[in-house]
């Protein structure tokens, strides 16, 4: 067994996985969150450096299936959409992905706990931002920061689900974008990561190993998904991601 594993214990691992599948089974009813929700719990139990690590590749399968549900060319369609949401997206997420060793750790709870906050709190007051004609440079300057942020916590979803909401993209289309964007982001993420040193022979194994109770998550969110209320149990998704959030600025300004 990896010298990983005999240090965590049997209890911190049974949590990781029980975090793993909610996250999963909120990523299968909306499409997104999976991210916010391993690095909020995960981030309670572990270093955020290895927080961070775990959720990378549960993150790239759940995105991988979730972009090709409706086949290869609608998610090639999506790709050419957003071409330049993700090539800007690419390059931040490749340049902050280098700064997550260098940054102390309440400065990194504080980035990725604000703009969790911030989304969340904009959607549950009913705010909706529109934009009319989309441009290559809103479009750019949003990828970018959602790379950004991406890189340094492994959480890009508030500005994208922000900017697909505000374009008024349709639902269907919507998840099948989200796949899209975050399965791409989560490929640069993987190796970003294995160049900075988060994602490595002591931690792949663990991050591994999430990936079983993530896709069982997804498994049933995405079945639970046409059968109940999608508006409700956004709603209530959001509220949670707004109390997570909260929990990560208050332990990035207190300690």
């Known amino acids: 067994m990896p010298v990983m594993f005999d240090t965590l214990g ?3 691992l049974v949590l990781m996985a029980l975090i793993a599948l ?3 089974l909120v990523k299968g009813m909306v499409g997104f969150a999976m991210p916010m929700i391993m690095i909020s719990g995960l981030s309670a139990l572990v270093a955020p450096d290895l927080a961070l690590a775990v959720l990378i590749l549960p993150t790239l399968v759940s995105n991988g299936v979730q972009a090709l549900r409706q086949g290869a060319g609608a998610a090639w369609g999506s790709l050419r959409r957003f071409g330049v949401f993700l090539g800007v997206g690419l390059v931040m997420l490749l340049a902050s992905a280098q700064l997550v060793r260098a940054l102390p750790v309440n400065v990194m ?4 706990g604000g703009p969790v906050v911030v989304f969340t709190a904009m959607q549950l007051l009913g705010w909706k931002p529109h934009i009319a004609r989309p441009t290559r ?3 750019g300057a949003v990828g970018g920061f959602a790379g950004f942020i991406g890189g340094l916590s492994g959480v890009w979803g508030p500005p994208t689900i922000a900017y697909l909401t505000a374009i008024d993209t349709e639902k269907r289309d919507q998840m099948r974008i989200q ?4 399965g791409l982001g989560a490929v640069a993420l993987t190796v970003a990561h294995l160049q900075s040193g988060v994602l490595r022979m002591q931690t792949a194994p663990l991050s591994a190993l999430m990936i079983i109770p993530a896709g069982v998550g997804m498994w049933i969110g995405l079945r639970l998904h046409d059968r109940i209320d999608q508006k409700a149990f956004r709603k209530a998704t959001l509220l949670v991601l707004f109390i997570a959030g909260l929990n990560l600025i208050r332990r990035g300004l207190l300690g």
């Open 22 to 24: 909610v996250a999963g």
């Open 137 to 139: 440079l809103i479009e």
């Open 109 to 112: 709870f504080l980035l990725i």
């Open 179 to 182: 796949g899209v964007i975050y």
């Open 10 to 12: 049997v209890e911190t």
